[in-house]
């Protein structure tokens, strides 16, 4: 495989994010996520919302880059941010093709984080590039150190395998994700 490096997302390649976004998505979840989910996506949207949210500064957007393309990327941001924003752009872009979707609201359970914990929102590597070390340097990127947390499909082992390897736990908190209606759970680092 070719050399791959990691740099902060531009406005340039924004755009190039959402398709790897997306085909993420279609390529990570096609046995576990409905199709009609994973065929409403729309590319100038998540494009538009990931725009947003590098111009905002608020987030840190690693991307993996191989020759120039990007083949994975990172999100993360200050949980507190997270849980007082909630992002209504991406989720119109889902419930507008699949399912009714208001208002996210804290799981049962969850609590405000203490100061300073970050919470990794995406991390998705084409699939053609997974178990190559590039996802550990986007985590690394994207959420350094302690304390982090992150939400995650309760089905998915391959990603909890992966968690668990960076030092995160199932909290026992567990909500439905409100894009995919699929049971998720938050896992705790630090």
């Not at 994973?38 to 494009?47: P, Y």
């Not at 208001?102 to 997974?130: C, F, M, N, Q, V």
Request: aromatic residues 8%; negative net charge; contains cysteine.
């Amino acid at each position: 495989m070719s050399d791959w490096r990691i740099a902060p997302l531009t406005a340039n390649r924004v755009t190039e994010l959402a398709s790897c976004h997306i085909a993420s998505w279609r390529e990570s979840y096609d046995t576990l996520v409905p199709a009609h989910i994973l065929d409403g996506f729309d590319l100038d949207r998540s494009a538009i919302t990931w725009e947003r949210r590098r111009a905002e500064g608020t987030h840190r957007l690693p991307v993996a880059l191989v020759d120039d393309r990007v083949i994975g990327f990172a999100s993360a941001t200050d949980r507190r941010r997270t849980l007082a924003h909630v992002d209504h752009d991406a989720i119109t872009e889902i419930a507008d093709k699949s399912c009714a979707v208001s208002k996210i609201d804290p799981a049962p359970g969850e609590t405000d984080p203490p100061p300073g914990e970050t919470e990794l929102e995406a991390l998705y590597i084409r699939s053609a590039w997974h178990g190559t070390g590039i996802a550990d340097a986007l985590i690394e990127s994207a959420a350094p150190g302690s304390p982090c947390t992150l939400w995650v499909f309760a089905d998915y082992p391959r990603a909890h395998a992966f968690y668990r390897r960076h030092g995160f736990t199932d909290t026992g908190i567990h909500r439905l994700d409100p894009f995919t209606l699929l049971p998720e759970q938050l896992w705790r680092r630090g």
